[in-house]
């Protein structure tokens, strides 16, 4: 069954002097779910502008993007929020720690923030911590950004796209400022929680290796699905095997 299925979907960017810069030119493509799979394009392709409609930092020129069924255009823009903070994870190449806080507190923020910076209850403190110790860094829960490593930060940053159980993880760039070994510790890390989990995982990436961890790639240039892009999965089998 579709997670994610947009249709002729477009972005153009209005910018002063009346100049006009369309960045997506009619996408369409699908995501099923627990499906794992790349979006992958240089730079300048429309990628990432596709990843943040996709996951309601952004809104669409045109086309139709339906979520679970759900036709997003109809969606107030709280409704949008919700559904981002309810099923949605983000994952991003500059991991975006909060530089003063512990790895616990960070991983605990986007519960109070969605729920307006309240003390987080005992059993999400719990969580946080049992997420923290999965990703290997039980012992790192009360360091700062600072004292952990680039792979370290960047398995907080991961935990923390998960704290709210979501059914979808976005990761921008998630390998851009690792180096090759840590990077195939992370990219073996989205395959596990694909695999065990079950998270639908998004990967947006200019790096062909990085495809070679997911189930399928959806190239993305000017604006447009490359002909011939597997943009939607396979139904014969009902398999997610590539």
Request: proline fraction near 2%.
């Given at each position: 069954m579709a997670l994610?299925?947009?249709?002729?979907?477009?972005?153009?960017?209005?910018l002063p002097g009346g100049i006009d810069v369309p960045v997506l030119k009619g996408v369409s493509l699908s995501v099923e779910k627990g499906d794992l799979v790349a979006l992958m394009g240089a730079s300048g392709s429309g990628k990432s502008t596709l990843m943040n409609i996709l996951g309601f930092l952004d809104t669409p020129s045109g086309g139709e993007y339906r979520f679970d069924g759900r036709d997003v255009s109809r969606l107030?823009?709280?409704?949008?929020?919700?559904?981002?903070?309810?099923r949605i994870g983000w994952v991003f190449q500059s991991f975006?720690?909060?530089?003063?806080?512990s790895a616990l507190q960070n991983v605990l923020m986007p519960l109070e923030y969605h729920r307006g910076r309240r003390a987080p209850r005992a059993r999400e403190v719990e969580r946080a911590k049992e997420l923290?110790?999965?990703?290997?860094?039980?012992?790192?829960?009360?360091?700062?950004?600072?004292?952990?490593?680039?792979?370290q930060q960047q398995r907080v940053a991961i935990a923390r796209s998960l704290v709210n159980d979501p059914e979808i993880l976005f990761?921008?760039?998630?390998?851009?400022?690792?180096?090759?070994?840590?990077?195939?510790?992370?990219?073996?890390?989205?395959?596990?929680?694909?695999?065990?989990?079950g998270i639908t995982i998004v990967l947006v990436t200019h790096?062909?290796?990085?495809?070679d961890y997911t189930r399928r790639t959806i190239h993305v240039r000017d604006g447009l699905v490359v002909p011939g892009s597997p943009s939607v999965p396979p139904q014969a089998s009902g398999s997610n095997e590539p």
């Open positions: 994610i299925e947009v249709s002729n979907l477009t972005k153009t960017y209005h107030t823009s709280d409704e949008r929020a919700d559904l981002r903070a309810a975006n720690l909060l530089a003063r806080t923290l110790a999965m990703l290997g860094l039980e012992g790192r829960m009360n360091h700062t950004p600072a004292q952990l490593s680039g792979g990761a921008d760039e998630p390998t851009g400022n690792l180096d090759s070994k840590t990077t195939v510790e992370i990219l073996e890390l989205f395959r596990r929680l694909n695999a065990e989990k790096d062909a290796e990085v495809c």
